[in-house]
T-cell receptor, first 115, second 112 residues
Framework: NAGVTQTPKFRILKIGQSMTLQCTQD?????MYWYRQDPGMGLKLIYY???????DKGEVPNGYNVSRSTTEDFPLRLELAAPSQTSVYFC??????????????FGPGTRLTVL | KQEVTQIPAALSVPEGENLVLNCSFT??????LQWFRQDPGKGLTSLLL?????REQTSGRLNASLDKSSGRSTLYIAASQPGDSATYLC???????????FGKGTHLIIQP
């Protein structure tokens, strides 16, 4: 099993450009998440999904969009990149969530710089 | 809203010492809590998932405890080694949305 994979590893964007961060998991997990991590800070939840076709906002959703057409894939879209979106983005998955969640597994991250 | 706090923010100790990392959370209506390790520029590695029914969970030289009544969890590292140098993150569920709420981490340096 590859676990959770993310592409690209690094990306530099100009202000106003758009891009999609890819995330794929091969553990057949229903729950998937996107987090961002700013320097010296903990991770913050951007969006999450409880299954194919179902997504919901987390703590910091502004400026992002997601879709979940399959169980395996959960891409994150940045439409108009801003310097405030410079961060490291992590995708994660788990077999359950909420207060009864099981272990979350994380991808290696995408380091994004917006100039 | 769940809030997670980790103390200390940074810690530097000589090799071989036993040490304790602390994590506190505000919403104690949780059933489990997860500890992660993060190396510089890398992703998160899950260390331990501890459930309230267990009270403690062990993996090698690591031992995590969870006390819901006090809103605290501790990660105990025995006989520390330079390879243990990393940032350790504590994360708890809750906060109004599915997903984890993270502390800012404890940056640990083990001096050879």
């Amino acid at each position: 099993n590859a676990g959770v994979t993310q592409t690209p590893k690094f990306r530099i964007l100009k202000i106003g450009q758009s891009m999609t961060l890819q995330c794929t998991q091969d553990m057949n997990h229903n729950y998937m998440y996107w987090y961002r991590q700013d320097p010296g800070m903990g991770l913050k939840l951007i969006y999450y999904s409880v299954g194919a076709g179902i997504t919901d906002k987390g703590e910091v959703p502004n400026g992002y969009n997601v879709s979940r057409s399959t169980t395996e894939d959960f891409p994150l879209r940045l439409e108009l990149a801003a310097p405030s979106q410079t961060s490291v983005y992590f995708c994660a998955s788990s077999s359950s969530s909420g207060r009864f969640y099981n272990e979350q597994f994380f991808g290696p991250g995408t380091r994004l710089t917006v100039l | 809203k769940q809030e997670v706090t980790q103390i200390p923010a940074a810690l530097s100790v000589p090799e071989g010492e036993n040490l304790v990392l602390n994590c506190s959370f505000t919403d104690s209506a949780i059933y489990n809590l997860q500890w992660f390790r993060q190396d510089p520029g890398k992703g998160l590695t899950s260390l331990l998932l501890i459930q309230s029914s267990q009270r403690e969970q062990t993996s090698g030289r690591l031992n995590a405890s969870l006390d819901k009544s006090s809103g605290r969890s501790t990660l105990y590292i025995a006989a520390s080694q330079p390879g243990d140098s990393a940032t350790y993150l504590c994360a708890a569920p809750g906060g109004g949305a599915d997903g984890l709420t993270f502390g800012k981490g404890t940056h640990l340096i083990i001096q050879p």
